[in-house]
């Protein structure tokens, strides 16, 4: 190979990320900034001028398909010696064989049903509770290395939610553990933890895999949990030669106990090292990058130093667009998808992003309405999750009228608990779009009957799926889209409750749901439409929505767009002047509508009628305060704070800046720019 031949093609950050001499190495690369380039190119650069033998290195990604991706260009690239390229797991799996083999040591057993061996463990009201529950919480405690015995305080300094009590779950915890030692099972996460054991404790064995892997290199190091970390020093040892790549803004797991603070402190745990910083986008347009910058700009969580600049030609504004339920969002995006499917367009090309998997059913059944061949990706389908099967069989089983039995299944959904477990709230969800589903099968089958509602959930969600190769728009959530991109990009259902979800109650959790709206933003390439439905059923009920308070600073961002603003400015925080309310654009706020009797917002001089009558004077109050504050910042009112939110800031009442961050509508944002004035207008008003 010839160095100076593979720095053909690259800019001056990815040449010298390439080139750097200097171990520990940090690659910061934002999303479309060519991270998987810059990686091959460095181990076939470093191996090109005998700076390493490729016969000894180890690159560490988070899936086999990511690693077959980057062999796969490293051969391309000329290098003939096979690089060792896999995830954590497979690589430690394989180096514990090596050892239990050497020295004839029994393996355990690999377990393969984790939640069905902990339904085994539990005991009385235990039973109640699915045993995937416990395993989500299992997982992340070792993945965050914490035994049983640390589990509650973990787990309550984390805002983590368990199905039962932190007390009960440890428990949990705990017999599981005794009861896979007893078996001699190990489950994945012990696949990390014994090798990490190990090499802590077999000097031979450390000598000889430090040996194998002398040069280590992580892909995605945002993702990485304590666990893994652990498991890579024990790999590295007293030495330097570590090259990591990622991106803090596109850290979108720690739910699952990742820790991107491993990524942040870097220069804090190297200060020997060297941090170079990829800001060239080459994948989304300047308008579509500018928009998903000005995401970063003041919120917390997020790497402000990691903004980006676009190299692509300029292209259309980002559109947002407000519906009146989710069925016309649903109808309107499949629209808007066979609009954009001109003449030797591709199906693939366009792609639906939803927060949850929960929305993606009536989206299912708008494109097949409307004849558009769809894939869902990347999600195990409605009709195999655990609770949708259970549903089903109750419905086949009960004697009472089909109709009566979904009705009864809509009431036991509307439950809104805080306390409520992640995976409850996603089996809620689930139950809920089968409910919806229902209710548009009963609309067209006279009588229903739970068979002919399972033939109709067959052919609706499933039959109209091409091959997974096949022409297809693509339906996938946030999480499932990282990593991928597409020309037009739809981002469905930005709102309150989903984006952020509604269970992130916790500053980190906040900005973490920034984040992850950011990696979705950043998935287009030529297009992107986010649209928002005003009001949602669930279960029995119609249920007003607002729109994300994040796509509030995204449609300001779209707005200086459409004003002619420099994206480079708007990206870096500049909007618009405010506009004449006769104004519109297709980015343009929602216009609070002083007839509406079913929204978030009110008429002067009204109270919602979940508001007890002794907090109106609260509510005048801050109406007022609000009122003061959109004129000085001339800004519509409900861009400070709407109504919907302005009630619950009154029933909620809180005191703190904490607590004002868990209402409904107040981020991180509005709570630093705008929470002492709320929290001095509550304890005047309530004082007097």
Same mark, same amino acid.
């Given at each position: 190979?010839?160095?100076?031949?593979?720095?053909?093609?690259?800019?001056?950050?990815?040449?010298?990320?390439?080139?750097?001499?200097?171990?520990?190495?940090?690659?910061?690369?934002?999303?479309?900034? %060519?991270?998987?380039?810059?990686?091959?190119?460095?181990?076939?650069?470093?191996?090109?001028?005998g &700076?390493?033998?490729?016969?000894?290195?180890?690159?560490? *990604?988070?899936t086999?398909?990511a690693?077959?991706?980057?062999?796969?260009?490293?051969?391309?690239?000329?290098?003939?010696?096979?690089?060792?390229?896999?995830?954590? #797991?497979?690589?430690?799996?394989?180096?514990?064989? *090596?050892?239990w083999?050497?020295?004839?040591?029994?393996?355990?057993?690999?377990?393969?049903?984790?939640?069905?061996?902990?339904?085994?463990?539990?005991? %009385?009201?235990?039973?109640?509770?699915?045993?995937?529950?416990?395993v989500?919480?299992?997982? @992340?405690?070792?993945?965050?290395?914490?035994?049983?015995?640390?589990?509650?305080? +973990?787990?309550?300094?984390? %805002?983590r939610?368990?199905?039962?009590?932190?007390?009960?779950?440890?428990a949990?915890?705990?017999?599981?553990?005794?009861?896979?030692?007893?078996?001699?099972l190990?489950?994945?996460?012990?696949?990390?933890r014994?090798?990490?054991?190990?090499?802590?404790?077999?000097?031979?064995f450390?000598?000889?895999?430090?040996?194998?892997?002398?040069?280590?290199?992580? &892909?995605?190091?945002?993702?990485?949990?304590?666990?893994?970390?652990?498991?890579?020093? +024990?790999?590295?040892?007293?030495?330097?030669?570590?090259?990591?790549?990622?991106?803090?803004?596109?850290?979108?797991?720690?739910?699952?106990? +990742?820790d991107? $603070?491993?990524l942040?402190?870097?220069?804090?745990?190297?200060?020997?090292?060297?941090?170079?910083?990829?800001?060239?986008?080459?994948?989304?347009?300047?308008?579509?990058?500018?928009?998903?910058?000005?995401?970063?700009? %003041?919120?917390?969580?997020? $790497?402000?130093?990691?903004?980006?600049?676009?190299?692509?030609?300029?292209?259309?504004?980002?559109?947002?667009?407000?519906?009146?339920?989710?069925?016309?969002?649903?109808?309107?995006?499949?629209?808007a998808?066979?609009?954009?499917?001109?003449?030797?367009a591709?199906?693939s090309?366009?792609?639906?992003?939803?927060?949850?998997?929960?929305?993606?059913?009536?989206?299912?059944?708008?494109?097949?309405?409307?004849?558009?061949?769809?894939?869902?990706?990347?999600a195990t389908?409605?009709?195999d999750?655990?609770?949708?099967?259970?549903a089903?069989?109750d419905?086949?089983?009960?004697?009472?009228?089909?109709?009566?039995?979904?009705h009864?299944?809509?009431?036991?959904?509307?439950v809104?608990d805080?306390?409520?477990s992640?995976?409850?709230?996603e089996?809620?969800?689930?139950?809920?779009?089968?409910?919806?589903?229902?209710?548009?099968y009963?609309?067209?089958?006279?009588?229903?009957t739970?068979?002919?509602?399972?033939?109709?959930?067959t052919?609706?969600?499933?039959? &109209?799926?091409?091959?997974?190769?096949?022409?297809?728009?693509?339906?996938?959530?946030?999480?499932?889209?990282?990593?991928?991109?597409?020309?037009?990009?739809?981002?469905?259902?930005?709102?309150?409750?989903?984006?952020?979800?509604?269970?992130?109650?916790?500053?980190?959790?906040?900005?973490?749901?920034?984040?992850?709206?950011?990696?979705?933003?950043?998935?287009?390439?030529?297009?992107?439409?986010?649209? @928002?439905?005003?009001?949602?059923?669930?279960?029995?009920?119609?249920?007003?929505?607002?729109?994300s308070?994040?796509?509030?600073?995204?449609?300001?961002a779209?707005?200086?767009?459409?004003a002619?603003? &420099?994206?480079?400015a708007?990206?870096?925080?500049? *909007?618009?002047?405010?506009?004449?309310?006769?104004?519109?654009t297709?980015?343009?706020?929602? =216009?609070a509508?002083?007839?509406?009797?079913?929204?978030?917002r009110?008429?002067?001089?009204k109270?919602?009628?979940?508001?007890?009558?002794?907090? #109106?004077?609260?509510?005048?109050a801050l109406?007022?305060?609000?009122?003061?504050?959109?004129?000085?910042?001339?800004?519509?009112?409900?861009?400070?704070?709407n109504? #919907? *939110?302005?009630?619950?800031?009154t029933?909620?009442?809180?005191?703190?800046?904490?607590?004002?961050?868990?209402?409904?509508?107040?981020?991180?944002? =509005?709570?630093s720019?705008?929470?002492?004035?709320?929290?001095?207008?509550?304890?005047?008003?309530?004082?007097?």
């Amino acid at each position: 190979m010839d160095p100076d031949a593979l720095l053909d093609g690259l800019n001056t950050a990815q040449r010298l990320a390439v080139t750097s001499p200097t171990s520990p190495l940090c690659i910061l690369a934002g999303a479309g900034s %060519g991270k998987t380039r810059v990686l091959t190119r460095r181990i076939a650069y470093r191996a090109a001028t005998g &700076d390493l033998d490729p016969r000894h290195v180890l690159a560490l *990604t988070f899936t086999r398909k990511a690693a077959g991706e980057l062999t796969a260009r490293l051969r391309s690239l000329g290098l003939r010696e096979q690089v060792a390229a896999g995830t954590f #797991h497979s690589v430690a799996y394989a180096q514990l064989r *090596t050892r239990w083999a050497e020295r004839n040591i029994t393996p355990p057993q690999l377990m393969t049903r984790k939640a069905g061996f902990v339904i085994g463990l539990l005991t %009385g009201a235990e039973k109640s509770t699915p045993g995937i529950d416990f395993v989500a919480e299992i997982e @992340w405690a070792k993945a965050r290395m914490v035994e049983p015995e640390a589990y509650p305080d +973990a787990a309550k300094n984390a %805002g983590r939610k368990p199905p039962i009590s932190y007390e009960a779950t440890a428990a949990v915890y705990a017999r599981y553990e005794d009861q896979r030692r007893q078996k001699r099972l190990i489950d994945f996460d012990d696949m990390l933890r014994v090798c990490h054991r190990d090499l802590q404790s077999d000097d031979g064995f450390a000598a000889s895999q430090r040996w194998r892997f002398a040069h280590l290199f992580v &892909d995605e190091f945002q993702d990485v949990n304590p666990l893994q970390h652990a498991l890579l020093e +024990a790999w590295r040892g007293d030495r330097n030669d570590l090259c990591i790549v990622g991106d803090p803004n596109q850290a979108i797991y720690s739910w699952n106990g +990742a820790d991107p $603070d491993l990524l942040r402190t870097f220069p804090q745990r190297f200060p020997a090292g060297e941090t170079i910083r990829l800001l060239d986008n080459y994948r989304s347009s300047p308008q579509i990058l500018a928009a998903a910058n000005a995401l970063l700009v %003041g919120g917390r969580g997020v $790497d402000h130093d990691g903004t980006q600049s676009a190299t692509r030609p300029d292209g259309g504004v980002p559109s947002v667009r407000e519906l009146p339920d989710e069925r016309a969002e649903a109808a309107a995006i499949a629209r808007a998808a066979r609009d954009r499917h001109g003449p030797g367009a591709r199906w693939s090309n366009q792609a639906v992003l939803v927060r949850t998997n929960a929305q993606l059913p009536i989206i299912e059944e708008a494109m097949k309405s409307a004849g558009i061949p769809f894939r869902v990706r990347g999600a195990t389908p409605l009709l195999d999750q655990p609770e949708i099967k259970a549903a089903l069989g109750d419905l086949r089983r009960t004697p009472r009228p089909f109709s009566d039995a979904i009705h009864d299944l809509a009431l036991s959904v509307v439950v809104d608990d805080e306390s409520e477990s992640d995976r409850a709230a996603e089996r809620r969800a689930n139950l809920d779009a089968l409910v919806q589903m229902a209710r548009d099968y009963m609309a067209i089958e006279s009588p229903p009957t739970a068979n002919g509602f399972f033939l109709w959930l067959t052919a609706t969600t499933r039959a &109209d799926q091409p091959d997974p190769n096949g022409e297809a728009i693509e339906l996938l959530t946030f999480h499932a889209a990282k990593g991928l991109e597409w020309p037009i990009v739809h981002l469905a259902g930005i709102e309150q409750g989903y984006v952020p979800i509604g269970h992130a109650k916790t500053p980190g959790a906040w900005a973490e749901e920034r984040r992850l709206f950011y990696v979705a933003a950043t998935r287009a390439e030529r297009e992107l439409l986010c649209t @928002w439905a005003k009001s949602r059923t669930f279960g029995e009920r119609s249920i007003p929505r607002d729109r994300s308070e994040f796509l509030d600073t995204y449609a300001a961002a779209c707005e200086a767009l459409e004003a002619g603003l &420099d994206p480079i400015a708007v990206g870096n925080g500049a *909007t618009a002047p405010s506009q004449p309310s006769s104004t519109t654009t297709r980015s343009s706020k929602p =216009k609070a509508k002083s007839n509406s009797s079913k929204g978030p917002r009110q008429r002067p001089g009204k109270y919602p009628d979940s508001l007890d009558p002794a907090d #109106h004077p609260l509510f005048d109050a801050l109406r007022a305060w609000r009122s003061e504050r959109s004129k000085s910042a001339d800004v519509p009112a409900f861009v400070v704070c709407n109504d #919907h *939110t302005l009630a619950e800031i009154t029933r909620q009442k809180p005191t703190t800046p904490v607590e004002l961050l868990r209402v409904n509508g107040m981020g991180e944002i =509005k709570v630093s720019k705008f929470g002492d004035e709320i929290l001095a207008v509550i304890s005047e008003t309530t004082d007097s």
